[in-house]
Every structure is written in C-alpha cells, then in structure tokens.
C-alpha cells in the first residue's frame, strides 16, 4: 500500500461517488434503485479503504499511521495534512460502516431527486472522514464546515412540515460554533510564532511546541472551541437546534446527525480542546462534567414524556452526548476509553433505533407514540430486532453500551463520585423511556391507526430484506463490542499514551487501566 | 536658475499610456460608426485593458519607488492592485458587450476610470493622489446616470457628484493642512518631516485624508451614497465602481497612512479602528433588511471594505499581504455575484429584486449555483476564496495583538453569514412559483406580480460568471501560486 494515499482516498473517494452518482440519476432519471445500488457499492468500497487502515495503525502502536502532508498555504503555515490512530480510527470505521447502512433506511422510490439525496449523504460522509482524519487546524475547520453544506441541504429539501426553520437554525447555531473556534484556531496558530518562529497549525507540532494563548486571550480562545464542540455535540444546553433538525431530517440524515455527527463534538474535546489546553481544561473540567450530567438528567427527563418518537430519541440522544462530555472531562484514562467504547457504541446503537422508528412509520404512518400498539402480533421478526435494538439503547450488559458506559461511570466516579452517581441515575431512566417506546408500540392490544393503516390491508408488514441489511450489520457490532469491548481500548489507550507524552501537562493516568479492567486483571 | 529635469522612465507609465491610447481609439472610432455598431468596441477596449495587464506584469520585479520626480510609486503592491483594477475593468467591458444601451461612451469612460484608479494606486505625491482620485471620479459620475431614462439612474448620479465633489473638498483640505504643516508634496518627504514632531495642523491634515478617502471606500460613516449609487447604476458599472474603486482608494489610502504619515500612526490607528469595527457592524446589519439584490451587496461591499481596514489596522506586511489577498477574492466574487444580477436583467429594467431572485435555482440551476458559490464566497464558507482570504486578515489582526477588532470581525460574519444565506435559501425557496396565484388572491398587499427572469444570461455574463468561479475556488482550494506571487507585496515603509 506504500505510496497510495489512503486518508486522501477515504475523505476523496465519497465527494467522486456522490459526482458519479449524480451523473447516473441524471443520465437516467426515475432509477431510484440504480442510484441507490450504485451509491451501496461506493459506500462499500469507502467501509473497505477504511478497513485497509485498520493494519497500519495497529503496526504504528498509537502514533499517527498513513500521515499525508502538503504545504497547503505558505507563509502562513497551514498544510493539509492527514493522519490516523486508534481514536480516529475507530470513529472512521463507526462513519464507513453507518455510511453503508444508511443507504437502506429510506425508500428510494418514494424519494424525490433520489440521486441528488444520495449525493448529498455521500458527500456529509466524506467530510464526516475529513473531520476524523485532518491533523491540520485549518483542514479540520474546513471540513468541520464542509460537513454542514450536505446537511443543511438534506434537512431543508427532504425533511418534514417544518424543515426550513429547523434547517436554518441547525446551519446558523453550528456556524456560529464554528466562527468562534475559528478565532480560537487563530489564535493558536500565532500564538506559536515566537516559539517556532512561524505560524502553525499542525496539531502535532502545536502539542510538542506547547502552544499556549497567554492572559485573557487564552481563556477566550478556550471557550471558543468548547463552543463549537459543545453545539455539535450537542452539549446541554447548546442543543436548541438538536431535537427538531433530529425530528424533521430525513432518516438518513438523522442518523447521520446522531450516528456520526455528533460524535464530531465529543472527538473536538478529545482531540483538540483537552489536549491543546491542558490546564484550562483541569480547571474547568468540573464545569463541563456539571453541564454534561444536568444534561444526562434533563434529556432523560423530557424523553419520558416526548410523545413523537423520533424527538424522543433526539433527547435520548442529549443525555448521552452529556454523558461522553463528562467522561471526556474526567481526564483519566479510564473515563477516556469509556468514552471512545461509548461514542461507537452509541454510534451503532443510535443509528439502529432511528432505522427502527423509520421502519415503524413507514408501516403505520406515525411517529405518535400513542397513536398505535401491538404491532409485536403483526410483525413479530421486527418486534424480535426491536427488542435487540431497544436493550442496546438502555445498557443491557452483554451488549455494546452497558461495556462503555461501565468503564465511562467508572472512571468518572474517580474523578468525582456524587456527579458519577447522578449520572448513574440517567442511565437507569433510560430503561424507562426506551422500554416506554417500546412497549407502546409493540405490546397491547393491535390499536389505533395500526389497524386501519398498511398494517391492517393485510399487505406484508414485517421485515424485508433492506431492514436486515440495516439492523443486521449494526446489532452484530453492537453484540461484538458487548461480548468482546477490548477491541476498542486496545485501540485507543496506546494512542492516548501518544497524546499525553507529546503534552505532559495532561497529567497522564495509568493508560491502558480501562482495557486491563474490562481483561479481569484489575488487581495487577 | 537652474531647473533639474528629472529623468523619466516611461516604461513606468505604459499601462496607463496604453489605456489612454485605447480610450482615444475608441472615442475617435465611434465618430465613423453607427449607434448600434458601437458596441462592437468592445473588442478595442478589451485589448487596451489587457495590453495594460501585460505591461503591468512585465513590470513586475522591475519595481521602483517615487519615479518620475516621486510622482508614482511602482511597487508589487501597487502591480498586485492594478492587477485587480485591471480584471474589474475586463469584467465591466464584457459585461456591457451584448448590452444595447451601453455604447462608445461607456467603454470610454470604464479606460478613462481605470487610468485614474491605477494612477490612484500608485501615486506617492500628493499632486498625483488628487489627480488620481479626480481622473477616477470623473468619468464615474457620468457612468452612474447612463441610464437616464431611468429615474433612479439620475438620482444617483446627482448624489454622487454632490458627495464626490465634498469628499474632494476635504481631501484637498486635509492635504493643503499637511502641506502646510510640512512644506512638503512627495509622501516620503511628508514622512520624513514628520518623523521630527508633528503639531495638531497635521493631525487634522491626516484626520481630513482618511475621511476624504473614506468618502471614496464607502466607510461608516462616509458610505451613505453607496446603496442609492449602486442600485442606480447599471449593473456593470456598479460591479465595476464596488471592486475598482475599492481596491484604488483602498491602496491610496494604505500608501498615504503607511508612507506618509507612519509617525503618527498612534493618531490614525484609534481612527481606524473604531471606523473598522463601525463598517463591519453596520455594513452587515443594514444589508439584513435589503430587498433589492444591488443594494444588499451594496451594503455587503460596506462591510467587506470594513474587512479591508482591519488589515491595513494591523500595520504590518502580513496585514498588506492579506488585503491584497483579500481583494482579489473580493474580486472575483463580487464580480460574480454582479455578473449574475447583470446577467439576469431584462431590458431596460434591472432584475435586482429578491424576489426576481424566488425559486431561481429550479428556473436557472447554473446561474444560481454560480450565485450560490459567490455568496457563500461572500459569506466566507470553507474552500471558497472568501474564506481563505478573511483566515488570513484575521490572522494578521490577531498576530498584530488586535484581540477586540478580530472579535468585531467576527461577529460582523456571522450577521454576514445570515445575510448571504437569506438570498440563497431564497433562490431554492419553491413557494413563489408553485403559487403565485394563491398568493395574489390573498391580498396580503403582496399584489406585485413576480416577473419571471429571462431565459438565458448574456454570453459576456457567463464569460464573467466562469472565470469568477474559478478564481473562487482556485484562491479557496489552491491559493499557493497566488500566496507565493502576494508574498513580496510588502509596501515600502
């Protein structure tokens, strides 16, 4: 593989799909299921350059694998410059694999401009890919913004009765985020001036120059990330935007919102914040965890009485974001892995329950969650999977989340244990909204407008083959990372390792403790 | 007595020769052409415009300061300008090519102009500033009221005559008070005296010169004539006077703070900044509440000028640096954006109404994808010249320690950001067209019927549409060349 540019490929190869599939629906127009067929194959060949990228970043134990780096701009020190490792290279492979499923969660037949649709979601994938994989603070701004373009369009031309506004407020919120990070980015880049002798903004050099803003700047300077990072997420309370661009995107988008997307703002803290402001951060890591927990608690809170099902999530949604934001603030190396394990987990179990929802509405029309029940009679095989789906989302142990939320809460309650124990609280409410979904639509008597809908004209309401393609791959995941969690820490902690050394003032924990603990060998 | 002839190199001046040669081509030529064939000097006048180009290019590297007795300055600052005056003044001449109403006039006028913004760029006397920014303003009063059968036209053109003539007036004042504080005409010379201590003659000489220039860079609180001017313009000069004369007096206005009065910059720095910061703001919230395109980048073109002098704030070579790089971004998406609305103009009646704009991109996919590029441009998205162009001003005001004035800037973009995403959610709002009916029978005093854009932009407007987007992206995605080429625009201190 020496010499071909794999990164390059991964954030390329999605923006030349979505060009060629919209050179197809033009070419022929009507073939729904041309586009979607021809967008699966590129999307498969995108999840296998991200597979291909799994060997080296073991071989490189932690360092940055595969790096790919260009004078972008001179005299002002910006390069484009990529690389991987353990931390990226898990929310790639999360980004390839939803990348594929999503494709099977809308009905390309029932969809307007298919081609165009499915352009988009491929391009939100690429820069989805540049976000994880840019080394340069410029670079990752610029996909960071790029990523928005697609988004905002998929929500305003597919979404539902109220996607303008809800659009609008997404592009404007994030936007605005992302306009005070880039003062931040700024900042940083000079402040390295006298260090260097030059401006830089390669994350690399920036750790190992221990860039630092001085005075007031720095604070702002600091903030203005953490807002940026802190809407994407999002965090409590910059989620005005969250449950109504969740609500009226198109399922696709949905699921790229809360699958991947979010995942953006907690990886900015991970990546970016903590690391380029280690003392900052100590200082404020309890104003951050406080705002992550009061998050747990108040989207716990509001998704117990949400009646629409996909707003519902949406808070669901919140109140873990809030819980990764307060694990990536205990900096400890515990927590950390936790969180990483965590952002896949929910990466995968996230994307499964929107899947689900749109599977339920399709069948009966509504995402009211009273406006039906029993569908378990009708549909037994989707009820089977929904139930999978829904002890994924509320923690079952043996499944993916309970491994990462354990090794979160765990390493929050070393860092503070009354803010691990009100967390603790949120996620056992999660049992009772999610079983509350749950039971409403599948159990009781067949009601409502089950009856008189799709479901009742005796037309074929269970499974078919395009939801195995969706719920399939995501709950092996979610069951292999519940059976064997491992695989991520073993990933993540040498990385870690990596990022501490390069800032010693991170003060780093034993690394490798979560992946040691989850092995049995806590005594040791 | 004995008089000095100084010697003359007058290769230095071959671009301003050659636009003269062509503006006198063309007048003369008119004389034996019929009213409708007069168009076809277009060609003519393209050819001065790139002639001049190439004389400014072979001057590259060939720089000198104060010649002609330090009467003009050649530096790569004022070629990188000229450069951009140069492909604002091809775009005004293609864009007018199809364009019935404009003739031998207006071709001549769009030379004469360009002659005096290039001369404005480079003067280094304050003789030749005056003489630029007269030669400049001249043949722009008259562009302004072309349209004479429109009442708008005259309107702006009278507004622009009364507020030229008063920003002269106090340009000249504030020049007269330097003279008469130094004894002193050539920039450097006026410098110099300075260094030794400067009283409040000067200090009102350099306040009076930043306003007269203001007046010409439509600042807040200078810029009241811009919007009515602009709207009333034809569209091709409005493109034409929002890039040209920005980056002329733009570059005056550099060149006399920076090589005149460097001693006293802790006298103007205050001056500009709150200027700065009062543009950006101002230029942005009032461009919120525009329903007429041309004004709305009117206003836009306030706010990005306030960019400009955020650079120029920060006194240093990357602050120059990255206004050049800012204007030739600004070039090239403004001009874009105007070639559209140009391009999109019916005859006789200017299509500059939002509402023209209602729906545009399911009518004309490409022009409002094109005009999608320029406004996102415009709003400085990512991967867009725009965006490279504002990383680099802020750097340099960050760099320079100007912490409130980045703050400012940013704030001001993202007003900006919803300004420029308002027109673009208007051109792929469906609602317009699916209903006009339904919306006329309301009655909601929305009676105005929504006249359909033409069908097609003029071949001149595409041309205009092309190269623009390509500059857009080729300065957003792969800037190096032009970074590299920028690098020595550093201005003589």
Redesign the interface.
């Known amino acids: 593989m020496s010499g071909f540019p794999l990164l390059t490929a991964l954030v390329v190869w999605p923006a030349v799909a979505a060009l060629l599939v919209l050179a197809l629906g033009l070419a022929r127009s009507g073939a729904g299921a041309a586009v979607r067929a021809a967008a699966v194959a590129a999307a498969l060949v995108e999840l296998a350059l991200a597979a291909a990228a799994i060997g080296p970043v073991v071989a490189a134990g932690g360092a940055y694998a595969l790096g790919e780096r260009v004078v972008w701009l001179p005299y002002l020190g910006i390069d484009y410059r990529l690389g991987v490792d353990g931390i990226s290279l898990v929310l790639v492979l999360l980004t390839a694999l939803v990348g594929v499923v999503l494709l099977f969660t809308f009905d390309p037949a029932r969809t307007p401009r298919p081609a165009q649709f499915v352009a988009l979601l491929l391009l939100a994938e690429g820069a989805a890919m540049g976000i994880f994989l840019a080394l340069d603070l410029v670079l990752f701004y610029l996909f960071w913004e790029a990523v928005l373009v697609p988004v905002y369009l998929l929500i305003a031309g597919w979404g539902g009765e109220g996607r303008r506004a809800a659009a609008m407020r997404f592009l404007i919120m994030s936007l605005v985020g992302s306009l005070f990070m880039l003062v931040g980015i700024v900042g940083l880049g000079t402040s390295t001036a006298p260090v260097l002798g030059a401006f830089t903004f390669d994350l690399p050099d920036l750790l190992a120059a221990h860039a630092v803003i001085p005075g007031a700047a720095g604070y702002l300077a600091f903030f203005a990330f953490a807002l940026a990072f802190a809407i994407k997420g999002p965090l409590f309370p910059f989620h005005a935007w969250q449950p109504d661009a969740y609500a009226e995107a198109p399922t696709p988008a949905t699921i790229l919102l809360a699958s991947v997307l979010s995942k953006a703002g907690v990886y900015g803290f991970l990546r970016f914040l903590i690391p380029l402001f280690p003392a900052l951060s100590h200082r404020f890591a309890d104003l951050f965890i406080l705002l992550g927990v009061a998050g747990v608690l108040y989207g716990a809170f509001i998704a117990l009485v949400e009646r629409d099902m996909k707003r519902l999530m949406a808070y669901a949604s919140l109140s873990h974001m809030g819980l990764m934001v307060a694990g990536a603030f205990a900096m400890n190396a515990v927590a950390t892995e936790g969180t990483v394990l965590q952002m896949v987990s929910h990466g995968v179990v996230i994307a499964a329950v929107f899947a689900f929802i749109a599977m339920l509405e399709a069948r009966v029309g509504s995402r009211d969650i009273g406006a039906f029940g029993g569908l378990m009679t009708r549909a037994p095989i989707l009820a089977g999977f929904g139930m999978l789906v829904a002890l994924a989302a509320l923690g079952l142990p043996g499944l993916s989340s309970f491994a990462g939320e354990f090794l979160l809460l765990l390493g929050l309650f070393q860092r503070s244990a009354w803010m691990a124990v009100v967390a603790t609280a949120g996620v056992v409410l999660a049992a009772a909204y999610v079983l509350r979904l749950y039971q409403a639509s599948m159990h009781g008597p067949l009601s409502g407008r089950a009856e008189g809908d799709g479901v009742a004209d005796g037309g074929r309401v269970d499974l078919r083959a395009r939801d195995y393609a969706v719920l399939v791959p995501l709950m092996a995941v979610a069951v292999y990372l519940g059976v064997l969690p491992r695989v991520v820490p073993d990933r993540v902690a040498p990385s870690l390792a990596h990022v501490s050394a390069a800032a010693p003032a991170a003060a780093p924990q034993a690394v490798g403790a979560g992946t040691r603990r989850l092995n049995g060998e806590g005594r040791a | 007595m004995n008089i000095a002839i100084p010697a003359f190199n007058w290769l230095l001046v071959e671009p301003l020769g050659l636009l003269a040669m062509a503006s006198v081509l063309v007048l003369l030529a008119s004389l034996f052409m019929r009213r409708e064939e007069e168009g076809d000097l277009a060609g003519v006048a393209l050819v001065g415009i790139v002639a001049s180009g190439y004389a400014l290019y072979r001057l590259w590297g060939h720089t000198a300061s104060g010649a002609f007795a330090g009467m003009i300055t050649i530096d790569h600052f004022a070629l990188a300008i000229g450069f951009v005056i140069l492909l604002a003044a091809a775009a005004a001449v293609v864009l007018a090519w199809s364009d019935r109403h404009l003739g031998a006039e207006y071709l001549v006028q769009i030379l004469l102009a360009t002659l005096g913004m290039l001369l404005f760029a480079q003067a280094s006397n304050l003789v030749t500033l005056f003489l630029g920014i007269e030669i400049l303003s001249l043949p722009l009063y008259v562009l302004a009221g072309l349209h004479p059968e429109r009442a708008g036209s005259r309107e702006a053109a009278v507004k622009y005559v009364l507020m030229g003539a008063f920003s002269s007036g106090i340009l000249l004042y504030g020049m007269a008070l330097t003279y008469g504080a130094t004894g002193a005409l050539a920039l450097s010379d006026v410098g110099q005296r300075l260094a030794a201590g400067a009283g409040s003659l000067a200090y009102l000489g350099v306040a009076l010169i930043v306003v007269g220039l203001g007046f010409k860079l439509a600042l807040v609180p200078f810029h009241s004539w811009a919007p009515d001017v602009y709207q009333g313009a034809p569209t091709a000069v409005t493109a034409f006077m929002s890039v040209a004369t920005k980056a002329a007096a733009f570059a005056a206005l550099a060149r006399t703070l920076l090589v005149g009065f460097p001693y006293l910059f802790h006298r103007w720095l205050p001056l500009l900044w709150g200027i700065a910061a009062l543009t950006m703001l101002a230029g942005n919230l009032m461009a919120l509440r525009q329903t007429s395109l041309k004004r709305l980048l009117a206003y836009s073109g306030i706010a990005h000028a306030g960019y400009l002098v955020v650079a120029l704030a920060a006194v240093t070579g990357l602050g120059l640096?990255a206004s050049v790089y800012y204007l030739v971004a600004y070039a090239f998406m403004n001009l874009g954006a105007f070639a559209v609305v140009a391009g999109l103009s019916r005859e006789g009646e200017e299509g500059d109404a939002l509402e023209t704009y209602r729906g545009l991109f399911f009518r004309h996919p490409l022009a409002a994808g094109a005009m999608v590029v320029f406004l996102?441009s415009l709003a400085s998205?990512?991967?867009t010249a725009g965006f490279?162009a504002k990383?680099?001003i802020?750097?340099a005001a960050?760099?320079a320690g100007d912490?409130p004035l980045?703050?400012v800037l940013?704030v001001a973009?993202?007003i900006g950001?919803?300004v420029y995403?308002k027109v673009v959610?208007t051109m792929?709002d469906r609602s317009g067209d699916t209903a006009p009916q339904a919306a006329a029978g309301e009655g909601e005093g929305q009676a105005q019927v929504v006249p359909p854009a033409p069908a097609r932009l003029t071949p001149g407007a595409w041309v205009v549409v092309a190269v623009s987007v390509w500059g857009t992206f080729q300065f957003g995605l792969v800037?190096?060349p032009l970074?590299?080429a920028l690098?020595s625009t550093i201005l003589l201190p």
């Open positions: 640096f996102l998205i990512p991967a490279m990383l680099t802020l750097l960050v760099q912490w980045a703050a940013v973009t993202m950001l919803y995403l959610y792929f800037p190096g970074l590299h690098s």
